[in-house]
Nanobody
Framework: QVQLVESGGGLVQAGGSLRLSCAAS????????MGWFRQAPGKERDFVGA????????EYADSVKGRFTISRDNTKNTVYLQMNSLKPDDTAVYYC??????????????????WGQGTQVTVSS
């Protein structure tokens, strides 16, 4: 049984920063990739970014490029999302997800088998 637990969300002013963490637990947890998604009220869950476990290949959504950074610590089964220069439009529930099989398109939600419970990020103007 794989569990993903996000932490680090909160309330921040526009221009501020937050760092989200996603800790994974479970036997022999070795995902192909870990992704971050977000969902604002009344909207679909959107891709934010993802990192491939083996070689660290990273992909970001255009809306966060240059502001958000994904990193990983495989020894701790943890991925991070450093969010800088936050905007009110970044307000959403942020989810981490694990893709256990080969995933050619990181932004494809259906390719992720496990999801965390989400953490709220609110950016005030």
């Amino acid at each position: 049984q794989v569990q993903l637990v996000e932490s680090g969300g909160g309330l921040v002013q526009a221009g501020g920063s937050l760092r989200l963490s996603c800790a994974a637990s479970g036997r022999a947890f070795s995902p192909y990739a870990m992704g971050w998604f977000r969902q604002a009220p009344g909207k679909e869950r959107d891709f934010v970014g993802a990192i491939k476990r083996s070689d660290g290949k990273i992909e970001y959504a255009d809306s966060v490029k240059g502001r958000f950074t994904i990193s990983r610590d495989n020894t701790k089964n943890t991925v991070y999302l450093q969010m800088n220069s936050l905007k009110p439009d970044d307000t959403a529930v942020y989810y981490c997800a694990a893709a256990m099989n080969t995933l050619y398109v990181f932004r494809w939600k259906q390719g992720y088998q496990y999801w965390g419970q989400g953490t709220q990020v609110t950016v005030s103007s």
